[in-house]
T-cell receptor, first 114, second 114 residues
Framework: AQSVTQPDIHITVSEGASLELRCNYSYGATPYLFWYVQSPGQGLQLLLKYFSGDTLVQGIKGFEAEFKRSQSSFNLRKPSVHWSDAAEYFCAVAAGNYGQNFVFGPGTRLSVLP | NAGVTQTPKFRILKIGQSMTLQCTQDMNHNYMYWYRQDPGMGLKLIYYSVGAGITDKGEVPNGYNVSRSTTEDFPLRLELAAPSQTSVYFC?????????????FGPGTRLTVL
């Protein structure tokens, strides 16, 4: 069965510092991978996605993620964090015949210090 | 283009009451989903639908029912509400096309069962 782990429940960084959020997945085939962000009281917004091709993908708000098949990882990075990046971040893998069934990780809550 | 809309935003139920959470999308998506989000647990799939008249169970379907009579609407019914159903509920939709499984989320319904 597919699964997604996000080892860090809560991360605190200072504004302007770099950020890396970890995601590991378990899936038998080539995965569709996603990062979503959820601001307090809001729904989920797609940051970026990986289907195939270049293993480094760029997303919105200055985020990027790198797919590493050998490590079954899809870590999210940002070179310089802004206070508005404080939110919950979810990694997900898509399964099913058309990738219609998503499995989400438990999320990582990001706090940003001024 | 409103995307995915959900009503109500908040609701408090008493144990044993029933209610329907409404979800509508205006993107002509074939696939629709219901998730619940509990703290520290990520999102769990309750039910999904691959088209009008077709629904299937997800990971946590007990205590819920769905129907899909139109492409646009995918209501979630709670019968005999229990405190364990206190959660935030998200509806989502996707095209269902192979290779394009991105899901679009509604703003959520926060439900409390007392």
């Amino acid at each position: 069965a597919q699964s997604v782990t996000q080892p860090d429940i809560h991360i605190t960084v200072s504004e302007g510092a770099s950020l890396e959020l970890r995601c590991n997945y378990s899936y038998g085939a080539t995965p569709y991978l996603f990062w979503y962000v959820q601001s307090p009281g809001q729904g989920l917004q797609l940051l970026l996605k990986y289907f195939s091709g270049d293993t480094l993908v760029q997303g919105i708000k200055g985020f990027e993620a790198e797919f590493k098949r050998s490590q079954s990882s899809f870590n999210l990075r940002k070179p310089s964090v802004h206070w508005s990046d404080a939110a919950e971040y979810f990694c997900a893998v898509a399964a099913g015949n058309y990738g219609q069934n998503f499995v989400f990780g438990p999320g990582t809550r990001l706090s940003v210090l001024p | 283009n409103a995307g995915v809309t959900q009503t109500p935003k908040f609701r408090i139920l008493k144990i044993g009451q029933s209610m329907t959470l409404q979800c509508t999308q205006d993107m002509n998506h074939n696939y629709m989903y219901w998730y619940r989000q509990d703290p520290g647990m990520g999102l769990k799939l309750i039910y999904y639908s691959v088209g009008a008249g077709i629904t299937d169970k997800g990971e946590v379907p007990n205590g819920y029912n769905v129907s899909r009579s139109t492409t646009e609407d995918f209501p979630l019914r709670l019968e005999l509400a229990a405190p364990s159903q206190t959660s935030v509920y998200f509806c989502a939709s996707s095209t269902g096309l192979a290779g394009v499984p991105e899901q679009f989320f509604g703003p959520g319904t926060r439900l409390t069962v007392l």
